[in-house]
Structure formats: structure tokens, C-alpha cells
């Protein structure tokens, strides 16, 4: 889950660039993950934050 600014980081605006980095992810740490998607959205706006960008990684556990 994430806020519309770490959605809209990118300058041509597409969803997509999540789809496509989560997918590239080579961790199942959330942490990692969270922190990972954070720093790409910086990047994509040249390393400034134009608006606020919150991220939310959960894990979902089968019970055993």
C-alpha cells in the first residue's frame, strides 16, 4: 500500500513502475522492500520528495 506521492514520483505518471519493481525485488524482507520502494520513488523525482510518500509492506503467513 502506498500514498499517491510515492505513486505519482514519476514524471510521465504510470502505476506501473511499481508493478514492474516489485517484481524485481530479489528480498522478502518487508523492511527491505519498503525501503527499497521509498528510495526509487526519490530517485524518480531527481532526489527530492515533490509531495509526501508513505509505503506499507505486509507479509501474509499460511498457518501451519
Known amino acids: 500500500m502506498c500514498s499517491d506521492g510515492l505513486l505519482e514520483s514519476k514524471e ?3 502505476k506501473d513502475w511499481i508493478e514492474e519493481f516489485l517484481k ?5 524482507n518487508v523492511q527491505k522492500m519498503a525501503d527499497l ?8 523525482s531527481y ?3 515533490n509531495d509526501d510518500m508513505t509505503v506499507i509492506v505486509t507479509k501474509i503467513l499460511k498457518k501451519k
Open 47 to 49: 532526489g527530492i520528495a
Open 12 to 14: 510521465n505518471y504510470s
Open 37 to 44: 520502494l521509498l528510495s526509487e520513488a526519490i530517485d524518480n
Open 24 to 28: 524485481n525485488i530479489n528480498t522478502n
